[in-house]
């Protein structure tokens, strides 16, 4: 993945309160992650990208898409697929105590996983966890100005040492697929991950950072999601406890 490098970053000792709509960017917090794990070369998985683009016009859920590149050898090689979103899916697998990975493949909330296509499944399972407090309960807030964005995180118990990531995407790509088991057609890919960076643990005296805009902009992305996430006792990515949407950078 194209690395993004944040500068000017620092660590203060205030925290400032709330989520807030600045004239440069609309902040939101949904109330569920759900990270599609899809291929081009697949020919199943049109549906669940639909479905992720669905997913993505609303507040409610962030929605992301993750390449994988385990098929690309049936003729068509995807261009947003990485191995590095590829060992996050085989991660996964093992924190929720999975034999084997598919696309398309729907995690919510880190914790659960369903077919990428199953729009009833995914609701139930985004619902249930809501109702059992295992969603988004740790606030990230956001303040964003035309110069920078200041980001704070409390500790509290179910927070101590989850980390936080700031996560780029691309909200709309337009492919036509030449090769391959979906030749021949144009498909619309939704929040497209390019990059993720790891910004920090969450410790005794919680998170606070700020840097610069214009190191976002630069590298052309339109939108960035922080997400909050345990790791499991080997490491591997689990439950995600807080998120927060920044569009239109």
Known sequence: ???????????????????VTSDAAEITQPKAVVELFTSQGCHSCPPADKLIGEFAKGNEILALSWHVDYWDYLGWKDVFASKSNTERQYRYAKSLHERQ????????NGRAHAVGSNRKEISKTINGFEDSSQGMIVPINAKMTNESIKITVANSAVAANATLYMVFFNKEHKVAIKQGENSGKTLSYHNVVHNIQTLGMIKSNGLEMEFPVADMKRHGYDGCALILQKNDVEGNPSAIIGATVISDL
Do not use: D, E, K
């Not at 993945?1 to 000017?8: E, F, G, T």
């Open 101 to 108: 990975v598919y696309t398309p493949q729907a995690v919510i």
């Open 1 to 19: 993945m194209r690395q993004l490098l944040l500068s000017m970053m620092f660590i203060t000792s205030a925290f400032s309160a709330g989520v």
